[in-house]
């Protein structure tokens, strides 16, 4: 199935669909003609429902098709019920509404077809009223044009987002790499983070994070056993790092014992927290370098929806986030929280840098 990127992140995304439904709610309310039937206040108790369960429910699944798909049609049949035969310029603007609902499902096939359940709709609406060989009809291609806009643009984003994925897909094999690890070096590695910022400043709703990573007890090793059994220590360790990529991810060496992953187009943080559980789990199996031995790691994860917009700020975020797990313990991974990671003057300015955005 097609997948239309993650257009906002969930917060935004459920203050959308807030917003959308309470305009609809609005207009709808506001053409209700007293006496209010039985049928009408049982349509608007359900609406009050639905409405209740956006601000309720889990942001993991405000953003899945089902949710928003009930969202829709509950608002298509409501409107319909109740107006079935009206087609004046209220309604047509309050079906916009929901064309525009819809086009947040998160694939193009529920898209096309919620789109096409409320185009059909109002369809049956124009033939009800006996106004399929009027110009009232032209408004049906306006609102096929409509979608093909929505469908369009998300097929344009997606096609940019897989060219990303599938860009350097084996960066272990490029020219000047590191040396010792075959992983890409930390000039690589910035290269490629760069290209996926500048991509989201053209398209927000791109959603990729940073793993930090620093090995914990490689030290001990190095010291005692000597700088050869270090780099095949490091060297068994970029093999278990790069193993445990999906498609289009990419790990480097950012120097010494520390690496750094790029992951992409992130549907939900848990894929992250799971990569980061993988790693550590696959750290304790020993490693021999003329004897056993065994690192472990400390992990500092950071997303792009973190206030970040540079790529200093996001890899100093997973970076302070990597040193709170070392002072937790060792042998763990840490999400990045702007108030634990940020300082107070730049937190301040990163959040002046958001409100003007909004703004624009």
Known sequence: MNTIPSIVTPSRLRLYLLLLQGMFLVVYCSHLVSPISH??????????TVTLLLMSLPHHQIQTAWFISLLTLSNMGSLFATFGGSTKLWVFGTVLLLLAMASYTPSILHFTVLSSLIIGGYGFVLHHANLLSAEEVLILPLMFSITLVFVSKATTAQAEIQRIVRMDDQPQQRIGGDALTGLPNRA??????????????????????????????????????????????????????????????????????????????????????????????????????GEPVTVGASIGIAFNTNMAETVEELIRDADQAMYRAKAQGKNCYVVSNPTADVPTEELIGRWKRMMQLKWY
Do not use: C, M, W
Not at 39 to 48: D, H, K, P, Y
Not at 219 to 242: E, W
């Open 188 to 289: 690589q590695f910035l290269e490629r983070l760069t290209r996926i910022v500048q991509y989201t400043n053209h398209n927000p709703s791109f959603r990729f994070a940073l793993l930090f990573v620093d090995l914990d007890g490689f030290k001990p090793i190095n010291d005692r056993l000597g700088h050869k059994a270090g780099d095949a220590v490091l060297r068994h360790v970029a093999k278990i790092f790069d193993s445990s990529l999906r498609q289009g991810d990419v790990v480097g060496r950012y120097g010494g014992d520390e690496f750094i992953f790029l992951l992409s187009h992130i549907a939900h943080p848990s894929e992250v927290t799971q990569l980061a559980e993988r790693i550590l789990a696959k750290l304790q199996s020993p490693i021999d370098v």
């Open 39 to 48: 049928e009408q206040v049982g349509l608007g108790a359900f609406l009050a």
